[in-house]
């Protein structure tokens, strides 16, 4: 697997995700955000590792990515992830990461982290002294903890929480009040657990991002 960022905000990048494979994937054909992906080896597409199961129905009868659409990438289903970013609208030295989605039938194997910590990177590299991300739910929360980043103590309009790297305080106490945040809004059975079993942990180890 190789990380590759494919496109500024300004270069209007648009990427063909199958939205049956991905979530949010109408998101990546707007050309107002930058995108960075994780893809499979040369030769390991989506078909040849099963996702089509994965996504519902046979791979032959996946519809193909969106090529008609003018400027679209079409990286031949071998997307595994993808992330999408942009400026703040009021601070240009801060930038979102507005969307990340992982393929269906790879979820839990840590790309999303190791996408999030990659595209940081290049964003620190280049242009953000900062990068921020809202998050809905724990599992979301405990990935972006692995790519660096830690809770602000901010929530969105939306009641998303509000996460940034570098992070501002990556302490047990910090980590333990977003997921309490979460512990109160009534989680289903499985967010339950999850949310028990990381009861009094320390946050997870930042992962060093890939190249």
């Known amino acids: 697997m190789r990380f590759e960022l494919?496109?500024?905000?300004?270069?209007?990048p648009k990427?063909?995700?199958?939205?049956?494979?991905?979530?949010?994937?109408?998101?990546?054909?707007?050309?107002?955000?930058?995108?960075?992906?994780?893809?499979?080896?040369?030769g390991g597409s989506a078909a040849k590792r099963g996702a089509a199961g994965a996504a519902g129905g046979d791979a032959s009868e996946r519809p193909p990515p969106?090529?008609?659409?003018?400027?679209?990438?079409?990286?031949?289903?071998?997307?595994?992830?993808?992330?999408?970013?942009?400026?703040?609208?009021?601070?240009?030295?801060?930038?979102?990461?507005?969307?990340?989605?992982v393929r269906g039938d790879r979820r839990?194997?840590?790309?999303?982290p190791r996408l999030a910590a990659f595209t940081t990177a290049r964003l620190r590299e280049r242009r953000a002294e900062r990068v921020r991300i809202a998050v809905n739910n724990p599992?979301?929360?405990?990935?972006?903890?692995?790519?660096g980043f830690a809770y602000t103590g901010e929530e969105t309009g939306i009641a998303e929480l509000v996460l940034a790297c570098p992070p501002p305080d990556r302490?047990?106490?910090?980590y333990q009040a977003?997921?309490?945040?979460?512990?109160?809004?009534?989680?289903?059975?499985?967010?339950?657990s999850f949310l028990d079993r990381k009861a009094g942990e320390n946050p997870p180890e930042a992962l060093d991002p890939p190249e």
């Open 6 to 12: 494919v496109g500024w905000p300004a270069d209007g």
């Open 15 to 42: 990427l063909a995700l199958d939205y049956r494979a991905f979530s949010y994937a109408g998101k990546f054909v707007m050309s107002n955000t930058g995108k960075a992906v994780a893809l499979a080896p040369e």
């Open 66 to 101: 969106a090529t008609d659409v003018e400027g679209v990438v079409d990286p031949d289903g071998r997307v595994l992830g993808a992330v999408a970013f942009n400026a703040d609208r009021t601070d240009p030295k801060t930038w979102w990461l507005r969307y990340i989605t």
């Open 108 to 112: 839990g194997e840590g790309i999303g």
């Open 139 to 147: 599992y979301a929360y405990e990935a972006l903890y692995r790519a």
């Open 171 to 174: 302490s047990r106490a910090t």
């Open 178 to 192: 977003g997921l309490d945040v979460f512990r109160a809004r009534g989680p289903d059975a499985d967010e339950r």
